[in-house]
């Protein structure tokens, strides 16, 4: 399966006068499908890093989605990073036109149309809201960073161009809840278990709670996970710890 990724592009989020939207949306977008996000990156307004890591994740073939900076602003670099990265030029894309005139007809000159200047050879995604597409070049998705936008267009693109992927990978997330124990009681515990279910991946969320409570838990193939969570029950009980299903 290959990689399901994000950026979050600006300023306004790193400084806080903009919430992130995104990344929850996102994470509950794949999973309903039987998908899962490999990573995220929150990225400032700096061009020569988001075109470099636009170029890492570009050559390491991950599917991504880009959000903001897609503008026709100064501080909306994104369209030309993506164009940098993917070794084209921008060029004005004539179906981005076409659907920025349908939009605002002659307010559409001289500045809106600007966010027609696209990756030469990119795709476009509908936008639903006023038109103004967002774009798609070696499998990145560059929407804006509106979520009543970029949301339903991230869903077009999943599920236009990827149902094939749903439901196909055999995945399952499962945990207990572990009582009366912090995580260094049970290192040993969880060493054995990465040790002996290398496709797995371990976890463990200690919560700050009157029962030292430690959620451990395994993610990856069904059948898998199933036995070594089995495993960590029996040598919970046998170390004496109390623990509840999740």
């Known amino acids: 399966m290959q990689n399901f990724g994000i950026y979050i592009i600006g300023d306004e989020i790193l400084s806080g006068k903009r919430q992130d939207a995104h990344l929850n949306f996102v994470i509950q977008a794949l999973k309903s499908r039987g998908l899962q996000l490999a990573w995220a990156h929150y990225l400032g307004d700096i061009p020569a890093q988001i075109t470099r890591l636009l170029q890492a994740s570009m050559q390491h073939g991950d599917i991504v989605f880009s959000f903001g900076g897609i503008g026709a602003t100064p501080d909306d670099y994104t369209r030309q990073c993506a164009a ?3 070794g084209v030029t921008l060029t004005r894309h004539a179906g981005a036109v076409a659907e920025i005139e349908a939009q605002y007809g002659e307010g559409a000159y001289p500045k809106r149309v600007l966010m027609a200047d696209l990756p030469s050879g990119a ?3 509908p936008n639903p809201v ?3 597409a967002g774009f798609a070049i070696n499998q990145h998705y560059f929407v804006p960073g509106f979520p009543q936008m970029a949301h339903p267009m991230v869903e077009w693109v999943l599920d236009t161009h990827y149902q094939h992927l749903f439901h196909q ?3 399952t997330e499962l945990s207990i809840l572990v009582m009366e124990a912090g995580e260094s009681q049970l290192i ?3 060493n054995h278990i990465v040790a002996k279910y290398p496709e797995l991946k371990l976890f463990s969320l200690p919560k700050l709670d009157n029962r030292r409570t430690t959620e451990v838990g395994v993610k990856g193939p069904t059948a898998t996970a199933n036995a070594a969570l089995e495993e960590i029950k029996l040598a919970v009980t ?3 710890f109390p623990w509840t299903e999740c």
Do not use: P, S
Request: proline share 0%.
């Open 130 to 132: 006023n038109r103004v």
């Open 238 to 240: 046998a170390l004496n």
């Open 188 to 190: 040993d515990l969880m």
């Open 169 to 171: 990978q055999d995945y």
């Open 123 to 125: 795709a476009l995604i």
């Open 84 to 86: 940098d990265a993917a």
